[in-house]
């Protein structure tokens, strides 16, 4: 008899523990909201356990971007990289140091493959603002000359060129780097469970109610322009950044040729090689970023020996063979998060 009642006694305490766990464990509520910037569309998802308003969210996450614009928009006139790019007097602001930080540092990791001084060769292939191609053999020496990270630094919030033809673009790395900017806002306001994507570019914090966050990656043909309409793989994440990078969506074709927006700033040449997408997996989104621009530059033999030295990168590639078929390719930390 005092058998039994130890046991119901110790059945019923068990009880409790497992009723007070659960209650612990509710189901957080998800918002969502989404919107236009930087040309292109955002989308936040985030873990509301109340006393959050989302519209105050949105509206705070578009002030944000607004300003991030005024800083690193090529396509804003009165922008302070506009204003650079002029050689007109400005101070750098908060958004443009840390991404020029940034910037040097992929540079120097990549061995040159990344550069923000490339904006001269872009625009000339004509992937610049007026779309205008103006690059010939002939002047292709002239344009080498304004390329290079070591042509530009920052001092005291002033950029400072060795030749004022320089010109720099932020358009491989801003996007990542404005979902940093934004996952460390909600982050702030003691949100620990979001998805921000911007342009495609992503930084998964925490879950979604136990669950990892899926992120598709598109499959790389031709004009395939609708995010999501036709994948070629899902990668599961938390608490990690993802960029993908490719040539399926931004090039031109002259005279049978397809000329790439991704330019090699060592050769000037639009990057030719078998890789056709390059999404990068890092801690921060602007690395990511900028690191699968430089993977599109290194072709797929040297960006798999560039990973193989830096294990703190994943990675999932997207290759043709020598009979045009897709392949694919990804770091071995990753292969049991990927669904394809």
């Not at 008899?1 to 007070?20: E, W």
Request: net charge negative; aromatic share 10%; hydrophobic share 35%.
């Amino acid at each position: 008899m005092t058998y039994f009642i130890k046991t119901v006694g110790k059945s019923l305490i068990l009880l409790l523990l497992m009723i007070q766990l659960n209650s612990c464990r509710k189901t957080i509520t998800f918002d969502n909201f989404g919107g236009f910037a930087q040309g292109t569309t955002y989308s936040i998802t985030f873990g509301n356990k109340g006393g959050i308003n989302p519209l105050e969210i949105k509206a705070e996450v578009e002030k944000i971007l607004r300003e991030f614009d005024m800083s690193l928009s090529l396509y804003v006139d009165s922008s302070i990289l506009s204003k650079v790019n002029r050689n007109e007097y400005v101070q750098a602001d908060m958004y443009f140091s840390e991404a020029f930080r940034k910037s040097a540092e992929i540079s120097e990791l990549s061995d040159g493959a990344f550069d923000i001084t490339v904006g001269p060769l872009s625009r000339a292939w004509g992937f610049g603002a007026d779309d205008q191609r103006t690059f010939t053999e002939s002047n292709l020496d002239s344009l080498l000359k304004l390329v290079g990270m070591e042509k530009v630094k920052l001092e005291n919030g002033r950029v400072i060129k060795t030749d004022p033809g320089i010109k720099l673009d932020f358009n491989a790395i801003a996007q990542g780097y404005s979902v940093d900017v934004v996952s460390d806002f909600l982050d702030s306001r003691g949100i620990k469970n979001s998805l921000v994507e911007i342009g495609g570019e992503v930084r998964a914090r925490g879950d979604k109610n136990g669950v990892l966050w899926r992120i598709g990656i598109d499959r790389p043909e031709d004009n395939n322009n609708i995010p999501g309409n036709n994948l070629q793989a899902v990668i599961r994440m938390k608490d990690r950044s993802l960029a993908t990078s490719g040539n399926y969506r931004k090039f031109y074709i002259e005279d049978g040729v397809k000329y790439s927006h991704t330019i090699d700033p060592k050769t000037g040449y639009p990057a030719r090689n078998t890789l056709l997408s390059a999404t990068v997996l890092a801690d921060d989104c602007a690395t990511a970023d900028g690191l699968a621009t430089a993977c599109m530059v290194m072709g797929k033999d040297k960006t798999i020996e560039f990973l193989g030295k830096h294990p703190e990168y994943d990675a999932f590639l997207i290759y043709s063979d020598e009979n045009g078929n897709f392949m694919t390719w990804s770091t071995d930390n990753l292969k049991k998060f990927i669904s394809q």
